[in-house]
């Protein structure tokens, strides 16, 4: 069993759509959670960042963290054509100082 | 791509060739690492290092070595390249005051043929 699992999809929505991407994990020792988004042949790129369990907010973009579910969510809201892209969830521990990365889930907005 | 530089961007070489791959930054970061990736596993650790000189294993280290002689340079050197080494490799820096967000590089597309 990976340490993290993210569905891959890929994901297809229309423009406008709320889109919740998901991921799990397995090891409790994770104190702080991130959504990485990569565009085609780029490099990741910190979207968002959290230590907490709850709700982090950034325009269209929420971060959820349930820790005693070992489940953290992205939610867009009003989807955009050039929210297409890949998206990886990655946590890690102050102890570690590594990040594991889920798979990472394709998404696709129609315009 | 704050400040870090890959090279080269692409690169297709020869089973049983060496090849190293070059992770220049310009912003004195102390951490830097290697990933590769791959579809349906994200996103790797091969190796890392927490100074220069000071490097330690990832998940995914066999085969490859590296090697940090000045701050600014990660060096990644696969001794023997082999078909399954094929694969998109990141390069990634952690910020100065809080090592775990980590900002990564535009990465090479290696294939070894």
């Known amino acids: 069993q990976k340490e993290v699992e993210q569905d891959p999809g890929p994901l297809s929505v229309p423009e406008g759509a709320i889109v919740s991407l998901n991921c799990t994990y397995s090891?409790?020792?994770?104190?702080?959670f991130m959504w990485y988004r990569q565009y085609s042949r780029k490099g990741p790129e910190l979207l968002m960042y959290?230590?907490?369990?709850g709700n982090k907010e950034d325009g269209r973009f929420t971060a959820q963290v349930d820790k005693s579910s070992k489940y953290i969510s992205l939610f867009i809201r009003d989807s955009q054509p050039s929210d297409s892209a890949t998206y990886l969830c990655?946590?890690?521990?102050?102890?570690?100082?590594?990040?594991?990365f889920g798979q990472g889930t394709t998404l696709q907005v129609k315009p | 791509d704050a400040g870090i530089t890959q090279s080269p961007r692409h690169k297709v070489t020869e089973t049983g060739t060496p090849v190293t791959l070059r992770c220049h930054q310009t912003?004195?970061?102390?951490?830097m690492y290697w990933y590769r990736q791959d579809p349906g596993h994200g996103l790797r650790l091969i190796h890392y290092s927490y100074g220069v000189k000071d490097t330690d294993k990832g998940e995914v280290s066999d085969g490859y070595s590296v090697s940090r002689s000045k701050t600014e340079d990660f060096l990644l050197t696969l001794e023997s390249a082999t078909s399954s080494q094929t694969s998109v490799y990141f390069c990634a820096i952690s910020d100065r005051d809080r090592e775990d967000i980590q900002y990564f590089g535009a990465g090479t597309r290696l294939s070894v043929l």
């Open positions: 090891n409790s020792a994770f104190q702080y």
């Open positions: 990655a946590m890690g521990s102050s102890n570690t100082g590594k990040l594991i």
């Open positions: 959290t230590y907490s369990s």
């Open positions: 912003e004195n970061h102390r951490y």
